[in-house]
């Protein structure tokens, strides 16, 4: 009785136990069916469908003449599924697939047979054959033994992937760019286009099959980004730069080319060199690379000199024997013994350390301010605002900086102590050209879609004055003479005019044996300005030499000899400019013209005074002067009608 008893209890226990493990199952049903069902069916879907996003094909970037830039190609890389294919059709294709193979890389039969074969022993589904191959090569491969059953039976995969390509090489690779440097990275909104997306279902081994249930989303391929690059500038500038690197053994350098009048950029090279003593695109050192500019920054202190009206080109400055000393600190000319007394206009000629020193010292040292905001007035201490990213921040020392010192004024007179990249430096000069009008430097000229001119950048954009027209015309005679007799002399030529400033920066100076930094800035032609251009060279090696004049004035006047022979300025010698070479033939010329032409005035430019003067009376006028030497400047134009007894004032020198 008490055995049954137990027996009954024991029923009774499993009984409930099965109620309850039944009751979880049913309820784990509902939960799985109901309660969670979607989202158990959501992980299911994405197993077996998924978005994918299409990239679109990036548009092309061209230079001013549409010579391609940056383009994007289709890349293959070809794959083999040993699994997929029937034991009957590998082994009839082996020896063929092989030698198509071979036919192709020049590999022997035997290394893709035996590759083949182990592939298909290891059950390889994913064994890479070829790489980088361009859609001709592709369409090639699909016709190989095997390969042309298609995926399944013949094993075969093809991917495609976009590769940026660049026609140029590594020739102006900076300025064009990648990713989000250069050109490339500037112009990033236009080129990348809109990406797509498109749902796949999972098939068998691992296949996507597209489906078109009208959610996918079409690309968009970007546009076409024509800019103000020339190629056969470029070319030119590229390798002028790299010939004066390797012979002077330097460290880097860059070379900016741009239009006067628009200010676009033609041409951009940045050079450095490598451990094996090779040059190649580094970095954008012309846009990034802010350093002291030396004696290029001469210009700037002169400019704000003759704004101020505290000298003119005649004013005369000691150069005390080369030698001077503010405090504790001594400036030096490049010149041994110096210039003795020299005008203002020669100081900058032959770009004298201790004149330009004495020049902004004496007239400013009371009030440094005023020197300083004039400088920041002419926007030298903002970035320009290029599209391009990456600019280097200049670097003007104000008077309430902690770090100003009694001897910090008359080191930035000749360009120490303050800072700019090469490009913020051509600005300056570009302005200069341009009768004291900076406009911001351009890269781009227009957009386009599909040959279509959606969005044109034509109209130049003027950032500010720099200086009065005035000033600017005085700027320009001296820069011309410079070239003609001063620091660049070496590289005048008789053919072609230009105008431009030499400059030595001696950089690492804490160091006992420091090195340089040349440059030279300018534009051509002189009277005419088309092109204006700045090269500078870091560290050349001092045994072979490293003043601006030796160094890169060269590069200066190759470049503008090989772009003038190219694109030649029509009328660039004019008969006043063969004049200027023989003063005597140029008198007699100019009297008989005015005689003839009583009525209008004569060109006077490089003239002797007192036949200035002669030529003056005989036409009636009264003369006023200013300086000494030859006429510079007139303040009647040559052409202008005259009347009797008119003022004309000269600028001698």
């Given at each position: ?28 049903i509902i939960q799985i069916q109901i309660i969670d069902g979607e989202h158990y069916k959501s992980i299911a879907n994405q197993s077996v469908y998924k978005s994918f996003i299409i990239e679109p094909n990036r548009g092309n970037l061209y230079d001013t003449n549409l010579n391609l830039l940056a383009t994007s190609v289709p890349v293959y890389e070809i794959r083999f599924d040993a699994v997929t294919v029937s034991e009957k059709d590998f082994d009839k294709n082996l020896i063929s697939l092989s030698k198509a193979l071979s036919d192709f890389s020049d590999l022997p039969v035997s290394y893709y ?180 500019p030396g004696s290029t920054f001469k210009l700037m202190s002169l400019a704000v000199a003759l704004e101020d009206k505290v000298v003119d080109t005649s004013t005369v400055v000691d150069t005390k024997n080369g030698v001077i000393k503010f405090y504790n600190r001594t400036i030096k000319d490049s010149r041994r013994g110096g210039y003795g007394k020299i005008s203002v206009g020669d100081a900058l000629k032959v770009s004298s350390n201790t004149a330009f020193s004495q020049i902004i010292n004496d007239n400013y040292k009371n009030n440094p301010e005023r020197f300083v905001d004039r400088l920041i ?277």
């Amino acid at each position: 009785m008490i055995a049954q008893k137990n027996i009954l209890k024991r029923f009774y226990v499993i009984l409930v136990m099965l109620v309850l493990f039944t009751g979880i199952i049913v309820y784990k049903i509902i939960q799985i069916q109901i309660i969670d069902g979607e989202h158990y069916k959501s992980i299911a879907n994405q197993s077996v469908y998924k978005s994918f996003i299409i990239e679109p094909n990036r548009g092309n970037l061209y230079d001013t003449n549409l010579n391609l830039l940056a383009t994007s190609v289709p890349v293959y890389e070809i794959r083999f599924d040993a699994v997929t294919v029937s034991e009957k059709d590998f082994d009839k294709n082996l020896i063929s697939l092989s030698k198509a193979l071979s036919d192709f890389s020049d590999l022997p039969v035997s290394y893709y047979k035996n590759k083949l074969l182990n592939a298909r022993k290891q059950k390889n589904r994913y064994l890479l054959i070829a790489n980088n191959l361009d859609y001709s090569e592709y369409q090639q491969f699909k016709t190989f033994p095997l390969f042309k059953l298609g995926p399944y039976k013949g094993g075969f995969i093809a991917e495609q992937s976009i590769e940026r390509v660049h026609p140029m090489g590594k020739v102006g690779r900076r300025t064009v760019g990648y990713n989000n440097v250069g050109l490339e990275g500037a112009f990033d909104e236009y080129l990348k286009g809109r990406k797509g997306r498109q749902f796949k279902q999972k098939i068998s081994k691992g296949q996507w099959k597209p489906l078109n249930d009208g959610n996918s989303i079409e690309p968009e391929d970007g546009l076409d980004v024509v800019s103000t690059i020339d190629v056969n500038i470029q070319d030119i500038v590229h390798h002028a730069l790299l010939r004066q690197l390797e012979k002077f053994k330097a460290d880097h350098g860059s070379v900016i080319v741009m239009e006067t009048k628009t200010s676009e950029i033609k041409a951009i090279s940045n050079l450095g060199r490598t451990k094996n003593n090779t040059y190649f695109e580094k970095r954008n050192y012309a846009v990034w690379e802010s350093h002291e500019p030396g004696s290029t920054f001469k210009l700037m202190s002169l400019a704000v000199a003759l704004e101020d009206k505290v000298v003119d080109t005649s004013t005369v400055v000691d150069t005390k024997n080369g030698v001077i000393k503010f405090y504790n600190r001594t400036i030096k000319d490049s010149r041994r013994g110096g210039y003795g007394k020299i005008s203002v206009g020669d100081a900058l000629k032959v770009s004298s350390n201790t004149a330009f020193s004495q020049i902004i010292n004496d007239n400013y040292k009371n009030n440094p301010e005023r020197f300083v905001d004039r400088l920041i007035n002419m926007g030298l201490n903002k970035k320009i605002g290029l599209e391009i990213k990456g600019e280097g921040q200049p670097s003007i020392p104000h008077p309430d900086d902690k770090n100003w010192y009694g001897t910090t004024l008359p080191w930035m007179s000749f360009g120490y102590g303050v800072s700019m990249t090469p490009l913020q430096i051509l600005s300056f000069y570009n302005a200069i050209a341009n009768d004291g009008i900076r406009i911001k430097p351009r890269f781009i000229k227009k957009v386009m879609n599909k040959g279509e001119n959606i969005k044109n950048y034509d109209k130049p954009i003027i950032q500010n004055s720099v200086c009065s027209k005035e000033t600017a015309k005085i700027l320009q005679d001296l820069l011309k003479q410079t070239v003609e007799k001063g620091t660049a002399k070496n590289i005048y030529n008789q053919n072609f005019s230009m105008a431009g400033k030499t400059g030595t920066c001696q950089t690492e100076y804490w160091i006992e044996n420091g090195r340089y930094i040349a440059s030279f800035a300018g534009y051509f032609p002189a009277d005419n300005p088309k092109y204006s251009c700045i090269v500078t060279v870091h560290k050349p090696d001092t045994k072979i030499g490293f003043y601006g004049s030796q160094v890169v004035a060269p590069v200066f006047a190759e470049i503008a000899e090989k772009i003038y022979t190219k694109t030649p300025i029509k009328d660039e010698i004019t008969a006043d400019s063969i004049q200027l070479l023989q003063d005597e033939l140029m008198v007699h010329k100019t009297i008989a013209k005015a005689e003839e032409h009583i009525n209008t005035m004569p060109n006077l430019k490089g003239m002797p005074l007192m036949d200035a003067i002669a030529v003056i009376e005989n036409l009636g006028l009264n003369v006023q002067f200013v300086g000494e030497g030859k006429v510079l400047r007139q303040s009647i134009a040559k052409g202008q009608k005259i009347k009797k007894n008119q003022n004309v004032k000269l600028i001698l020198g």
